[in-house]
């Protein structure tokens, strides 16, 4: 299928989302060479919009865009003319007509890159919609997971903590059960939506159920700039019932992976001594995401996912 844009992974295809792994798995060969230029996307350019804050995202698609020979700009709401009262979508035509070939776009609102992409010529990449998906978030999650594990298939994988805020839970479902992945959800009661389990997921209130046996543990982000009103009493109380430690961590598999799309707030989510401990690839988890946007533009530029990269 034909693709100008990537909004989410609820719509793609499972063949889709290898084509877009096994590329990014090239690209990772890439990034690793002391010379990290490469003709991909050479004379592009690749606008970054973000209207929320970022180090992770923006820096790596900025890094991408300029490892693949791409003119690459950055621009956020602060520094803006969306200050003086501009409309995303005016603000969005504003860029396109600048020759722009793909716009990545982060947003508080959910929908905001599928209300921007039919108005433009330029490929639209979904950097995280409010609580609706982080599609390249969770694609670097699977990246590193099949990097690590060899495979995604039949593997359980534990998600824990702040589950209603989260776009990288959804994202993370969408794609890790399209690709045979049992995934399961833990949390407070508070932070977890009613009827999650319609999105093929099994859901825990207590940590160890949601825990036990899994292949990887993947903490969330307590996102309190989400929340409009106190979810939990505090910080200290969240980490003594749905906090990893240690202690926590050995009912997952003894060679479990440690995973967090950061950033990280320590001694909330996990211990300092899980995040900076043996099972931890949150490192490998940021590597990753600079080779999967480089594969995600470069498919874009190539009309779609359906084409495997073969002329690297
Ligand atoms: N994981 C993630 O989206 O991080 P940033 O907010 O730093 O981009």
Known sequence: ????????????????????????????????????????????????????????????????????????????????????????????NTINAMGTDILVMRHSMSGAPHLIAPLVSASVVNAGDGMNEHPTQALLDMLTIKEKKGHIGGLKVAIIGDIKHSRVVRSNIYGLTKLGAEVSVGGPATLIPQGMEKMGCKVFKSIQEAIIDADVVMGLRIQLERQKSGLFPSLREYYRFFGVDDARLKYAKPDALVMHPGPVNRGVEFSTSVIDGEASVINEQVTSGVAVRMAVMYLLSRGGFDTEEDDG
């Open 1 to 92: 299928m034909k693709r100008k844009d990537l909004l989410g992974l609820k719509d793609l295809s499972a063949e889709e989302i290898r084509n877009i792994l096994r590329a990014a798995e090239t690209m990772k060969l890439i990034i690793k060479q002391p010379s990290k230029k490469t003709p991909h996307l050479q004379g592009r350019t690749v606008v970054n919009l973000f209207y929320e804050n970022s180090t992770r995202t923006r820096l790596s698609f900025e890094l991408a865009a300029k490892y693949m020979s791409a003119n690459a700009a950055n621009i956020t709401a602060s520094g803006s003319s969306v200050q003086k009262g501009e409309t995303l979508i005016d603000t969005a």
